[in-house]
Structure formats: C-alpha cells, structure tokens
C-alpha cells in the first residue's frame, strides 16, 4: 500500500515523470519515515501501469536508453484517495524486534542484554540528533503549503524516538 501511495502522491503533486526522478524525490523528502527501494518502484509502477493507475510513455533518449515517463490516470486519482484514506485510518500493530529479544531472556546473559541496550541507545540518540539536524535543514526548503504538515510528520517521529529512548533507559536500570 505504501510505495503505490507515494507513486500516486507523487505524480500528483510533481506532474509527469520518469521513474529515476521519483527515485531521487523519495530519497529527497521521504526518507525519514519510508524506505522504498529502487526495485520495489519499479516493480509497482509496472503492476500500476498494468492495473491502469497510470500510464507510461516511452520517452526516446540519444544515446541513452529510452525513459519511460510515468502520468497519473483519472482511475490512479481514485486509488489514491482510497489510499490516503486508508493510511489516515489505518490501526498499525507496532512490531519492536527487541521484544523478541527480551521474550527469549533465559539465553542471553544480563551483561550481553546491557552491553545491546547501551548500544541501541547510542543508536537512538544518533537517530534523534539526525532527525532534528535534518527538520531543520528541510523545513527551509519545503513549501509554506507543506510545512505545517512536515512538521507534523517529524514531531510524530521525534516522539516515537524519545519514547524509545525513555524505553531503554528504563530497562537498562531494570537489567541492574
């Protein structure tokens, strides 16, 4: 549901395009809360053109390979709605790979357990640090349209960061 929403969003907003430049805007401006890999494009912008949301146009190049430039249908805008939608109601059950971890604590010695909390938290804390550095940078370049919005999708993230961290603080003590 992600990639197809962010294909459709994108087209929507940036007009036609190829899919290297989807690629770079993605990495650009999204980054921070999706990774979509270059294959995963390319496969669901196929399917898509396929489905009919939308359209691609070979686009001949001098010598270069030939571009194929990607334009939203009428049928894509509908599926975007329903996307969006979708994403906005959406009830995410959180998977934390580290719970797995401490489910299983009879085959981990308590020093091995500390010596991966201090390293997440170092991780953690790296992660906050970038996160704020990059809102910064970024928020002086998107549009005022967008940025009450982008705000929005970093305090969100900003939250989940500290609340992880909080987290991991207070295991650590309790691993004491």
Known sequence: METPLFILGFLLR????????M????????????????SNLYYHLNKMVKEGYIKGE???????????IYTITDKGKKEFDSL????????????????NALFFND?????????????????????LIALISHKKFTLNYIPDDYKKYSEMIFLHHEFHIKA???WLEKIKVMLD
Request: no cysteine; charged share 30%.
């Open 14 to 21: 940036y007009g036609s395009m190829h899919g290297y430049k």
């Open 23 to 38: 690629k770079k805007l993605l990495d650009e401006q999204v980054s921070d809360f999706t990774s979509i890999k270059t």
């Open 58 to 68: 070979i686009e001949p190049q001098a010598e270069k390979p030939n571009k194929t």
């Open 84 to 99: 969006l939608f979708s994403s906005l109601n959406s009830n995410t059950k959180f998977n934390f790979l580290i719970d």
């Open 107 to 127: 085959y981990i010695e308590n020093k091995e357990y500390k010596k991966s909390i201090d390293e997440k938290l170092i991780s953690m804390n790296k992660q």
């Open 164 to 166: 992880e961290i909080e």
